[in-house]
Structure formats: structure tokens, C-alpha cells
């Protein structure tokens, strides 16, 4: 099992900059590919960014490319999501999702987006930018 705890959400202006952190613990060595999703009142969770294992893969959605930064330190298992230039439309839950390694090999933007190839979740942090 993998247990994951977000941190870093909170309340900022339109423009200003934020970074989240998502820490595993556990067994974060049997995690795979991890990943950002976010969900706003009344919507559907959906895909923001996603990391491989090693950190070399990385895959973004249009509305955050540019703007957001995944990146994963092996040494404290935690990967983070730098935003900047923040928008009122990302004010959501922002979600950590952890892959299990003991599935089959996955690649590419399809399988790293997709919510239902994640096995592991935070609780969320709430992410509310005003106008």
C-alpha cells in the first residue's frame, strides 16, 4: 500500500504562484507513474499533470501546460506541482494519484492521464484563485 499526503494549497490572487507537494509513504518504492488531477465544484475530476518513476516522462494538460512544473525527488518521495501565472478557472481540489509498479508497463500521454490507471490517492488540497 501507498499512502499519499498533499500539501501547499490555499487561497492567492489571480497571477500569484503556488507550489503543491505530494508525499508517499508506506511502500513508495511499489508506486509507478504519479500524477496531479483536480476537481472544481460541480465537475468531474480531470488530468493536470503526470511524472514517471525515474522523472524523465512528464505530460501535462493543455490547460496547465506552460504554467505548471511536475517534478519528483526520488530521495523524499514526494513530487511537486509548481504553478504559476494562476487563473480563478484553477481553483479546484488538486488530488495526488500514485500507479502501482505491479501493473503492466505504461506509456505515452493516454495511459498517464488516464484517472483509472491510478491505484493511490491523497485526500487533496483546496486551490482557490481569485479574480
Do not use: H
Not at 53 to 81: C, E, H, L, P, Q
Not at 96 to 119: L, P, W
Amino acid at each position: 500500500q501507498v499512502q499519499l499526503a498533499e500539501s501547499g494549497g490555499g487561497l492567492v490572487q489571480a497571477g500569484d504562484s503556488l507550489r503543491l507537494a505530494c508525499a508517499a509513504s508506506g511502500r513508495p518504492y511499489s508506486a509507478d507513474n504519479m500524477g496531479w488531477f483536480r476537481q472544481a465544484p460541480g465537475k468531474e475530476r480531470e488530468f493536470v499533470a503526470a511524472i514517471s518513476w525515474s522523472g524523465g516522462v512528464t505530460y501535462y494538460s493543455d490547460s496547465v501546460n506552460g504554467r505548471f512544473t511536475i517534478s519528483r525527488d526520488g530521495a523524499k518521495n514526494t513530487i511537486y506541482a509548481q504553478m504559476i501565472s494562476l487563473k480563478p478557472e484553477d481553483t479546484a481540489v488538486y488530488y495526488c494519484a500514485a500507479r502501482s509498479g505491479q501493473k503492466y508497463y505504461c506509456s505515452g500521454y493516454t495511459c498517464f492521464s488516464d484517472i483509472n490507471e491510478y491505484d493511490y490517492w491523497g485526500q487533496g488540497t483546496q486551490v482557490t484563485v481569485s479574480s
